[in-house]
């Protein structure tokens, strides 16, 4: 069995920083990519990021780009962050790790195969 657990999310003024943890733990697997989704209140849940194996691909939503940065632990793959810079109101959600079975990218929420419970993210103007 595979556990997702996410960590690192706060209460933080408008301009701020987060950084959010995500570990993968359980039956061993490798070689899978990664990704940051999130829900805001009363929405849908919405990709963020994503990583591959390596680290050496990314991708975003183009309203983090340049704000948030994605990446993966060189020592241990099953570790990925999400660093968030100048933080806006608008980025209030609960924010989800997954974890796909597969190496390729992808936006879509069906590709993930393991999800953690989300760690609440919220930005006071």
């Known amino acids: 069995q595979v556990q997702v657990v996410e960590s690192g999310g706060g209460l933080v003024q408008a301009g701020g920083s987060l950084r959010l943890s995500c570990v993968v733990s359980?039956?061993?697997?490798?070689?899978?990519?990664m990704g940051w989704f999130r829900q805001p209140p009363a929405k849908e849940r919405n990709f963020v990021a994503a990583i591959s194996w390596s680290g050496g691909r990314t991708d975003y939503v183009d309203f983090v780009k340049g704000r948030f940065t994605i990446s993966r632990d060189n020592a241990n793959k099953n570790t990925m962050y999400l660093e968030m810079n100048s933080l806006e109101p608008e980025d209030t959600a609960v924010y989800y790790c997954?974890?796909?079975?597969?190496?390729?990218?992808?936006?879509?929420?069906?590709?993930?195969?393991?999800w953690g419970q989300g760690t609440q993210v919220t930005v006071s103007s």
């Open positions: 997954g974890a796909l079975v597969g190496s390729s990218l992808s936006r879509r929420e069906r590709e993930y195969a393991y």
């Open positions: 359980g039956r061993t697997v490798s070689g899978y990519a």
